[in-house]
């Protein structure tokens, strides 16, 4: 037979569970205030992600107008620098973003990382419970945490050339780092690994800040999967679509590797770009 030692504090709380109305003066721990600080993070953690995932797939867009011509993209180039508005381009406006999204990741990396599992014995008891309970949203979960690994790296790659570099992005100049620079690794990693955790993250946020009820949940999951499932094929179509792009007018302006793009209006008749 199992004895069961208990204190006295434990054998007081244990019988006030018993009255009417608990003395919280006899259970210590019922008087201690928990922390709200938890759920704060969480929200700040849910907020950073929602802004990162939406400043990407507007990226993308802006990216992606090289699929409408070197001269579109040449435009929407020279817009982020602030030609329209200044009348003359400031590459500096673009290192300026860079840095600000640079401080955005490293704030949701170091809100994230709380909820990584922090040793080896951890990562056993996670694969353990996963295998066991076959649960698709939580090996989504470890996607999200594999691919936001590679992310940190991936990012601060592509934004440490953003920052250091801001004159150097246009139709020939990404296009010659792309394939004479060898970059197009880099980003064909990054593509994929940012649109995954893009997708999953937004299906994560919309399940867990969503007004569903338990009457709904389960047709709600479905569609909400369907949905990030679509967004994902749909952003890696349109990054893969543009990196080709640019890896091919990079193949083709190798030898003039380093020459910077002039516009049709800005070319005499006869001249080339």
């Given at each position: 037979?199992?004895?069961?030692?208990?204190?006295a504090?434990?054998?007081?709380?244990?019988?006030?569970?018993?009255?009417?109305?608990?003395?919280?003066?006899?259970?210590?721990?019922?008087?201690?205030?928990?922390?709200?600080?938890p759920a704060?993070?969480?929200?700040?953690?849910?907020?950073?992600?929602?802004?990162?995932?939406?400043?990407?797939?507007?990226?993308?867009?802006?990216?992606?107008?090289?699929?409408?011509?070197?001269?579109?993209?040449?435009?929407?180039?020279?817009?982020?620098?602030?030609?329209?508005?200044?009348?003359?381009?400031?590459?500096?406006?673009?290192?300026?973003?860079?840095?600000?999204?640079?401080l955005?990741?490293?704030?949701?990396?170091?809100?994230?990382?709380?909820?990584?599992?922090?040793?080896?014995?951890?990562?056993?008891?996670?694969?353990?419970?996963?295998?066991?309970?076959?649960?698709?949203?939580?090996?989504?979960?470890?996607?999200?945490?594999?691919?936001?690994?590679?992310?940190?790296?991936?990012?601060?790659?592509?934004?440490?050339?953003?920052?250091?570099?801001?004159?150097?992005?246009?139709?020939?100049?990404?296009?010659?780092?792309?394939?004479?620079?060898?970059?197009?690794?880099?980003?064909?990693?990054?593509?994929?690994?940012?649109?995954?955790?893009?997708?999953?993250?937004?299906?994560?946020?919309?399940?867990?800040?969503?007004?569903?009820?338990?009457?709904?949940?389960?047709?709600?999951?479905?569609?909400?999967?369907?949905?990030?499932?679509?967004?994902?094929?749909?952003?890696?179509?349109?990054?893969?679509?543009?990196?080709?792009?640019?890896?091919?007018?990079?193949?083709?302006?190798?030898?003039?590797?380093?020459?910077?793009?002039?516009?049709?209006?800005e070319?005499?008749?006869?001249?080339?770009?």
């Amino acid at each position: 037979m199992t004895q069961i030692r208990l204190g006295a504090v434990d054998f007081v709380c244990m019988i006030s569970r018993y009255r009417r109305v608990p003395d919280r003066r006899d259970c210590p721990s019922m008087s201690r205030k928990k922390s709200v600080w938890p759920a704060r993070i969480d929200v700040l953690q849910s907020l950073s992600g929602l802004l990162l995932v939406l400043f990407v797939w507007m990226h993308m867009f802006f990216e992606s107008s090289i699929l409408l011509g070197k001269d579109a993209m040449y435009r929407v180039t020279k817009m982020f620098e602030g030609e329209p508005l200044f009348g003359k381009p400031y590459p500096v406006l673009v290192s300026a973003v860079g840095v600000v999204v640079f401080l955005l990741v490293a704030a949701h990396a170091v809100l994230a990382l709380r909820k990584f599992p922090s040793n080896s014995r951890q990562y056993r008891q996670f694969h353990h419970h996963r295998n066991a309970m076959h649960h698709p949203d939580t090996s989504l979960w470890l996607v999200q945490v594999v691919t936001g690994f590679c992310l940190f790296f991936l990012v601060s790659a592509h934004l440490y050339i953003v920052i250091a570099q801001p004159g150097n992005i246009g139709p020939y100049a990404s296009s010659d780092r792309i394939w004479t620079g060898n970059f197009w690794i880099l980003y064909a990693l990054l593509l994929v690994a940012v649109h995954l955790h893009a997708g999953i993250g937004m299906y994560r946020l919309a399940m867990k800040w969503g007004p569903l009820s338990s009457d709904n949940t389960a047709i709600v999951r479905a569609r909400l999967k369907i949905a990030m499932w679509c967004c994902v094929v749909f952003f890696l179509c349109l990054g893969t679509a543009s990196l080709l792009t640019y890896m091919t007018i990079g193949y083709e302006h190798a030898d003039r590797a380093g020459e910077r793009y002039r516009p049709g209006v800005e070319r005499q008749p006869g001249e080339g770009a």
